[in-house]
């Protein structure tokens, strides 16, 4: 396997089919992730308004308690509609990348996004989502397990005894750290075979049972170049994440000075916090999440796109093999 032309091929397909942006950018989105008074009033030490007492929002008045409780059922509502809806757009969009890049590959075309939306709505992106459950909830509570049985010592602490309750301490902490650290090689490696488990599916069509044993057979017989890939792919996440810290800080200035302005000439013509805020905010939000998004989205694609391609490569070999 040549690990550098299949990273060079990945920055190629992210740079020339720029309609692949359109599901990265909706997996960054969707893959990621105050309160005021109840009397609608901010209070400061000093001011020109009753004793230092500023309207929040002017006009509004106080709200009934019920009013309150309807707002925030109503936000829970919302939330739950909108983790739905991410969670759908996220398995779509991670399946028309897969299927994206492989139709790429094999036919030397690029779908439209009209393609791709189809590509990624299927069983196959059902039967994803089912096996990111059937590994995902057995790992977590097997973790949970583990953290709370090396948590275990520290019942000698009801002995009341300082030696013993220094012996408790000490082992739990070096059991946690062991736990943890066996978490994270465990967490590495369900990682790497998801990666193939989630194109046996979406390319290859497979049942979830047999993308795990298909999946895991073609890792194992090349996990030497398997594994290279998995730490140049690190290497550029980590350098990419390098590379966004100054970028992001900058985005966020610019984003907080523009939106600080706003919000201060509304504050200055209406003497209201809650105007101002609502001036300010959206462009602050605005400014700060479509760059960096975009930018994710991008990163994103590629690194899709490389694991689309080291799966292709494998899984070629070992036909050629059989």
Not at 244 to 251: D, E, G, Q, R, T
Not at 268 to 288: C, D, K, M, V
């Given at each position: 396997?040549?690990?550098?032309?299949?990273?060079?091929?990945?920055?190629?397909?992210?740079?020339?089919?720029?309609?692949?942006?359109?599901?990265?950018?909706?997996?960054?989105?969707?893959?990621?992730?105050?309160?005021?008074?109840?009397?609608?009033?901010?209070?400061?030490?000093?001011?020109?308004?009753?004793?230092?007492?500023?309207?929040?929002?002017?006009?509004?008045?106080?709200?009934?308690?019920?009013?309150?409780?309807?707002?925030?059922?109503?936000?829970?509502?919302?939330?739950?509609?909108?983790?739905?809806?991410?969670?759908?757009?996220q398995y779509v969009a991670r399946a028309?990348?897969?299927?994206?890049?492989?139709?790429?590959?094999?036919?030397?075309?690029?779908?439209?996004?009209?393609?791709?939306?189809?590509?990624?709505?299927?069983?196959?992106?059902?039967?994803?989502?089912?096996?990111?459950?059937?590994?995902?909830?057995?790992?977590?509570?097997?973790?949970?397990?583990?953290?709370?049985?090396?948590?275990?010592p520290l019942l000698l602490l009801l002995?009341?005894?300082?030696?013993?309750?220094?012996?408790?301490?000490?082992?739990?902490?070096?059991?946690?750290?062991?736990?943890?650290?066996?978490?994270?090689?465990?967490?590495?490696?369900?990682?790497?075979?998801?990666?193939?488990?989630?194109?046996?599916?979406?390319?290859?069509?497979?049942?979830?049972?047999?993308?795990?044993?298909?999946?895991?057979?073609?890792?194992?017989?090349?996990?030497?170049?398997?594994?290279?890939?998995?730490?140049?792919?690190?290497?550029?996440?980590?350098?990419?994440?390098?590379?966004?810290?100054?970028?992001?800080?900058?985005?966020?200035?610019?984003?907080a000075a523009v939106g600080a302005g706003?919000?201060?000439?509304?504050?200055?013509?209406?003497?209201?916090?809650?105007?101002?805020?609502?001036?300010?905010?959206?462009?602050?939000?605005?400014?700060?999440?479509?760059?960096?998004?975009?930018?994710?989205?991008?990163?994103?694609?590629?690194?899709?796109?490389?694991?689309?391609?080291?799966?292709?490569?494998?899984?070629?070999?070992?036909?050629?093999?059989?």
């Amino acid at each position: 396997m040549n690990h550098s032309d299949l990273i060079k091929r990945a920055l190629t397909l992210t740079w020339r089919y720029k309609v692949l942006w359109i599901f990265g950018i909706l997996l960054a989105l969707t893959s990621g992730g105050g309160g005021s008074g109840g009397n609608g009033n901010v209070i400061f030490n000093g001011g020109d308004r009753g004793g230092g007492r500023v309207p929040l929002w002017p006009g509004l008045g106080h709200f009934d308690p019920s009013v309150w409780i309807g707002i925030g059922v109503t936000c829970c509502c919302l939330l739950l509609i909108w983790i739905i809806v991410a969670v759908i757009v996220q398995y779509v969009a991670r399946a028309a990348l897969y299927r994206g890049v492989d139709q790429i590959e094999s036919t030397g075309t690029a779908p439209t996004w009209q393609e791709g939306f189809r590509l990624g709505w299927s069983n196959r992106t059902f039967r994803l989502w089912l096996l990111d459950l059937i590994i995902g909830i057995p790992f977590a509570l097997i973790a949970i397990l583990l953290l709370v049985m090396g948590a275990s010592p520290l019942l000698l602490l009801l002995a009341h005894n300082g030696m013993l309750t220094a012996l408790g301490i000490a082992f739990t902490i070096g059991l946690e750290l062991l736990i943890i650290l066996v978490l994270i090689v465990a967490g590495v490696i369900l990682g790497v075979l998801g990666q193939f488990w989630a194109r046996e599916i979406t390319l290859a069509d497979q049942g979830i049972g047999q993308a795990i044993v298909s999946g895991y057979q073609l890792v194992r017989a090349q996990v030497k170049d398997v594994g290279i890939m998995w730490l140049l792919l690190v290497a550029i996440g980590l350098g990419f994440g390098l590379i966004m810290v100054p970028v992001a800080i900058a985005v966020i200035a610019v984003a907080a000075a523009v939106g600080a302005g706003l919000g201060f000439s509304i504050y200055a013509a209406t003497q209201s916090i809650g105007w101002a805020l609502l001036a300010g905010l959206p462009p602050f939000l605005l400014i700060t999440i479509v760059p960096l998004t975009l930018i994710q989205g991008v990163y994103l694609t590629f690194q899709s796109g490389a694991w689309t391609l080291t799966y292709r490569e494998v899984a070629l070999e070992a036909r050629a093999v059989g």
